[in-house]
């Protein structure tokens, strides 16, 4: 694993355990990663995570369809469909991407529905 200072470019194969800089002396939480596997994995286990949850959203509207439900919870449910879909979306664009990867950093393992990542 190459792990990379955001602030001056520093690279090493080790992340500092107190993620100060030995070349700089920065302290960052932005340590670009460059792990390209890893990225896959990540990416794949998010996209598996987007393609349950709009499956899960897609019965939820049958249900409500086939119930008539005038629940508004449960439609607003639905829109969680947008935020599943553009993740998916760009990580299905990241993952043929491989050229334009230039590392990541350690908050993309946090899923959008976390709520600390983006999407
Ligand atoms: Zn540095």
Redesign the pocket.
Known sequence: MTVC??????TTDNLPPTHK?P????F?HDWLIYDWEEFVAIKRRHIKYNVAILGALLINVLLALALQSSNAFQWFLTLLAIPAIISWLRCSRQLRARSAYKGHEAGVVFPWFSGLGGL
Request: proline share 8%; charged share 25%; net charge negative.
């Open positions: 200072c955001p602030d001056c470019g520093f800089c070349e700089c002396g920065e960052s």
